[in-house]
């Protein structure tokens, strides 16, 4: 995750640079948390004033790995879009944080954790906002098991 590095750097360097981001949860070793994630992987705003700075130096910059251009130019980004971009990220708008967004019904879904941790089986009904109905195979039946939607993932 080279973007905050660069984000860092430019700013060191006197550039006004933006990296939006968003909140998900993930997980790691049985605990959820909930984490910061660029919103557009491996790029970031940076604001360059021609007149007074060169904009080569981005270019050795630390965790930069190029600027989009057209030709031999940066390529401008209007304000107007950049500043509707942080509102929408500063109300959430960008958030990821229900558990169910990457789960579809009729696909196979691994349990993480619980009584039925590492089973494989198909989500068949999304209830509420938090609670969802795997399919799981025991003792050679199939068995409607009703779960947290943040045990499971996509298997």
Known sequence: HAEPKALEHLLR???TAYLPRYRTKVSHARRRQIVLRPLFP??????????TMPWRPILST?????????????????AQIVTAIRER???????RLDSREMLR??????????????MVGRLVELRDQDRIVVLLELLGRAVRADLRAEVVEPA
């Open 89 to 95: 990220e500063d109300t959430g708008a960008f958030d």
């Open 105 to 118: 019904l009729g696909e196979l879904v691994r349990v993480t954790t619980g009584a039925f941790e590492d």
């Open 62 to 78: 630390v965790g930069v790995t190029d600027i989009v251009r057209a030709g031999d130019e940066p390529t401008p980004v209007p």
């Open 13 to 15: 360097q006197g550039y």
């Open 42 to 51: 491996r790029y970031l705003f940076a604001g360059i004033n021609r007149a």
